[in-house]
């Protein structure tokens, strides 16, 4: 039965760690998966999550199953955070949100979904977009094509590439869009190209699926849900894949949800009916434990401006850490205009370092990065910046 199985590639990114790992030196620095860390090197607990944790393991709550759409607190504060607190949708009956397990889980649903209810097959992601997007979508079916999204001439958007890109698909395509802090590249769309892009997609009948995995990393909660905004705005039927991993600092407990923008809330129960097949098929009911944290947050005013808080302070030490990277970069005499550093938004750097360069940081000097030059700004700190600032530097002069 097993032997004709074949080994799978690794997961470019995932794969990564194993690297580093298994690499004996001690000095080392691992910028590869997205994952933020503190100052001192460490995935943060924040305050608010142990608090909001405490609470909840004082309560001794039974563990019955929760509905398939999973919490509904946690739904309606997933709906405020995209949307705003004041949004007429929220008591519209037109938006359908189902917690999922993690933001991979809500691409997954809303994929399937799509899939099945709605005949879709072909979808458009960016060039370059995280790697997961290509085989979740080839896994659920879809055939993959990509838009061009940057520009690595002014490592920053091609616009027009962009909109022709997304004109071109045949009318009616799935188009993928990262909503703030794109990963891999931190170049985001100004509210200006947004609007263009808007104008695209409903001019040919295309069905926008945005992902946000970094909301509150960019400038802040609410400039961060613009997209998100202007596609609600705009009136078109939409989908949002919310990720809780990056901003609650939640990787494991699997945090994420699924919000479809109806048109009707008649509309809205039957997608609701549908959506909740999926989730049977397939896991049944989320688990409860990483919601009740995260609605518990949302949804007491003390633990959300805690929160808040500390996601400013994630926010604001990333972006000191482009900073001194830049300013380390030029001392040690790059000639280059590195401010892209400085200008890309979110925890990555895509930072134009070659495949090759990218195999010599690891080589002379444990530094490992993704083989596109991604790097991730949020795993430098104070201890570790001169190390990798002078070694890409080396690698970049020479
Ligand atoms: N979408 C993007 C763009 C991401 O970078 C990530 C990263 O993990 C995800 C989705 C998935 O998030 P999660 O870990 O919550 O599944
Ligand atoms: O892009 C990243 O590094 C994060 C983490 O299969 C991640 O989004 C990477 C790969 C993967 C799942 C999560």
Redesign the pocket.
Known sequence: LFSPVEMAPRDPILGLNEAFNADPRTEKVNLGV?VYYDENGKVPLLRAVQAAEEARVAEHAARTYLPMEGLAPYDLAVQKLLLGADSALLASGRLVTAQS?????A?KLGADFLYRQAGKRLVAISDP??E??RSLFETAGYEVVTYPYYDPATHGLNLQGMLQGIEALPEGSVVLL?ACCH?PTGVDLSADQWKQVIDVVRKCNHVPFL?I??QGFGDNLEDDALAVRLFAEAGLPCLI?S????SFSL?GE???ALTLITETPEEGERVLSQLKRVIRTNYSNPPTHGAKVVAAVLNNAELYTMWVEELAEMRVRIKQMRHALADKLRAAGVQQDVSFIEQQRGMFSYSGLSREQVARLAEESAIYAVGSGRICVAALNHGNIDLVANAMAKVMLE
Request: charged share 10%; proline share 0%; hydrophobic share 30%.
């Open positions: 997205g397990l993690g933001g991979t889980g691409l977009s995280w997961n997007h990262h990963n992902d995995a970094y894949a990720s809780f991993s990056k990787y699997r945090v994420g």
